[in-house]
T-cell receptor, first 113, second 112 residues
């Protein structure tokens, strides 16, 4: 039972390049979330999805794009990476009821040079 | 939008001492969740509090939800080195979307 996985775990890219971070969960959870974690800012929500084909913006969506064609996958794309997007990115999922706990993936450490 | 303030930001304790972190909101909360993140790890759910004045215990950890449902605390009795990490409170946004808003976290260091 893999649970929730993220790939790659580490990524170094250059300013202006497009980068896609993958998130996959095996629980068929309805809700999925993308967060970024930076020193001094805690965890900030980028985008979330309540179900396949339903996505919405979080607190810091600018510069990011998401899609959710299948329940189990929720990729996050940085269309043109900037240095300010250097961060640790966590994907999370939760059961259908909105007040359930969230399960986090191991994270992707992204460095934009 | 919904915000939650968490204090202190950092705490260094000697092993065996107690530790408390606090979360405060200006608005009434429907519930509050607590997560722990070990160094280099990912956040892991600890507990959810829903009722006014609720107190829940997990071994040496005691979680409280204020009577007015505007604040919460996590208290660790007799800390151990395994308690090291960052503790986050999290609350749901005002709309029923499942979105969580995290406090900035309290990072606990324990000296053996």
């Amino acid at each position: 039972d893999a649970g929730i996985t993220q790939s790659p775990r580490y990524k170094i890219t250059e300013t202006g390049r497009q980068v896609t971070l993958m998130c996959h969960q095996t629980w068929s959870h309805s809700y999925m979330f993308w967060y970024r974690q930076d020193l001094g800012h805690g965890l900030r929500l980028i985008y979330y999805s309540a179900a396949a084909d339903i996505t919405d913006k979080g607190e810091v969506p600018d510069g990011y794009v998401v899609s959710r064609s299948k329940t189990e996958n929720f990729p996050l794309t940085l269309e043109s990476a900037t240095r300010s997007q250097t961060s640790v990115y966590f994907c999370a999922s939760s059961l259908g009821a909105p007040y359930n706990e969230q399960f986090f993936g191991p994270g992707t450490r992204l460095t934009v040079l | 939008g919904q915000q939650v303030m968490q204090i202190p930001q950092y705490q260094h304790v000697q092993e065996g001492e107690d530790f408390t972190t606090y979360c405060n909101s200006s608005t009434t909360l429907s519930n509050i969740q607590w997560y722990k993140q070990r160094p280099g790890g990912h956040p892991v759910f600890l507990i959810q509090l829903v009722k006014s004045g609720e107190v829940k215990k997990q071994k040496r950890l005691t979680f409280q939800f204020g009577e007015a449902k505007k604040n919460s605390s996590l208290h660790i009795t007799a800390t151990q080195t395994t308690d090291v990490g960052t503790y986050f409170c999290a609350v749901h946004g005002s709309s029923n979307t499942g979105k969580l808003i995290f406090g900035q976290g309290t990072t606990l260091q324990v000296k053996p």
